[in-house]
């Protein structure tokens, strides 16, 4: 765990110190609640709602609304296809809204030292009311929990990093290169059934335009419900 921890923090300083005097920070709050499930057999879904409060967690800074259908291909391997929609809150001007479709492969890698290890891989096709471009994005999750208990899933550690990189220029701004890295340090506390709540801290560094660095500290909770 230790050396999970490391590595995340090194991926973490490595993209974000090149523009240390280009660097802004805020602090906010990020609540995802996520249902998921079985509709028949190996069909299955996802819808989740998050609001982020940002700004110092003082206003929403952005909405987001995500829903997907899959195919359970094993107990390891789904693949899905969905869409998502974000509003972006300006001040004093009109709402920017984003449009996503999106394919989806959650992949459960093994149980090394203990744990699980796990994938999520995640190809994007965005649109914003604000050009006129789509935008390809790839996002690729590697997630690591580890129970604190022998025999036991009633408290796990948890660990994840999940990096962002454009394929394409866009006129609304998106750049071809590296996007963002996120990476999670926290507990996945286990809930009655199947269901779960994970909260820790999330680090995300974002490449700005103008070679400018967004850092942003994020507390984060997450339920997911499932059935």
């Not at 609304?65 to 001040?91: C, D, M, N």
């Not at 779960?196 to 103008?210: D, K, S």
């Not at 070679?211 to 499932?226: E, W």
Request: hydrophobic share 40%.
């Amino acid at each position: 765990m230790r050396r999970i921890a490391l590595c995340l923090l090194a991926c973490t300083a490595l993209f974000a110190s090149p523009a240390q005097a280009a660097t802004s920070e805020d602090e906010q709050f990020w609540l995802n609640l996520t249902a998921m499930g079985s509709i028949k057999d190996e069909i299955v879904y996802f819808v989740e709602v998050q609001p982020r409060i940002g700004d110092g967690v003082s206003r929403v800074d952005q909405a987001l609304f995500r829903g997907a259908l899959g195919w359970k291909f094993s107990p390891s391997l789904t693949l899905y296809q969905g869409f998502a929609h974000v509003v972006v809150p300006i001040e004093g001007d009109k709402d920017v809204n984003e449009e996503r479709s999106f394919q989806q492969i959650n992949w459960t890698i093994g149980k090394p030292w203990g744990g699980e290890l796990s994938s999520r891989t995640r190809l994007e096709q965005r649109w914003r009311s604000d050009g006129d471009d789509m935008g390809w994005r790839v996002r690729e999750m590697l997630r690591y929990e580890k129970p604190l208990k022998a025999n036991s899933d009633a408290v796990n550690a948890l660990v994840y990093a999940e990096g962002f990189a454009a394929l394409n220029d866009t006129d609304w701004g998106a750049r071809s290169g590296f996007d963002q890295l996120r990476s999670f340090v926290g507990a996945e506390l286990g809930l009655p059934g199947a269901s779960t709540l994970e909260v820790g801290y999330l680090n995300q560094v974002i490449n700005q335009r103008a070679g400018n660095t967004r850092v942003n500290h994020v507390a984060s909770v997450t339920l997911f419900f499932r059935h």
